[in-house]
């Protein structure tokens, strides 16, 4: 009997320092932070390297995170949902790129505001963006040319 007191204390040990740890990757990440945002969609040829919650970013600094991704049947291009801190408020006229961090770094969104009165509201759609740059693409197109003009 007293083993099995000793066991149930444990076991219920385990689950709240479970429960604690949980709270915490929960509230320190941004699992917990999409719900106080607003979603703005965009229109790429290309989003490789992103995938959903890569950063998007203004001024380098993190303001959002990508919510969804999916192809457009119509037009055949990846419309990306991002998810904007509510405190962000954007111009109507912000443009977005692909971009990495150095060379071979992480990929991310980053989001250069107009100069619109006229603020993006949940549900818009930005007019203006740039694919991301296939950097090994540009790398074998170097190298064979290269190689075509020796010859």
Known sequence: ???????????????????????????????GKGRGGYSILAYFDNIEGISIGSDVRLAGIKVGSVADQKLDQ????????????????LPEDTSAKITSEG????????????????????????SSTQSALDVWALVN???????????
């Open 103 to 126: 060379l071979l770094g992480e990929k991310f969104v980053a989001l250069e505001p107009g100069g619109s009165e006229t603020m993006l509201k949940d549900g818009d759609a930005l």
């Open 1 to 31: 009997m007293k083993n099995s007191v000793v066991e149930t204390i444990t076991g219920a040990i385990v689950i709240a320092i479970a429960a604690i740890f949980f709270f915490y990757v929960y509230s320190s990440t941004d699992m």
């Open 74 to 89: 119509e037009n055949y291009q990846a419309v990306v949902t991002f998810s904007i801190d509510k405190s962000v408020k």
């Open 141 to 151: 197109k170097y190298i064979f040319e290269s190689k075509k003009e020796n010859k």
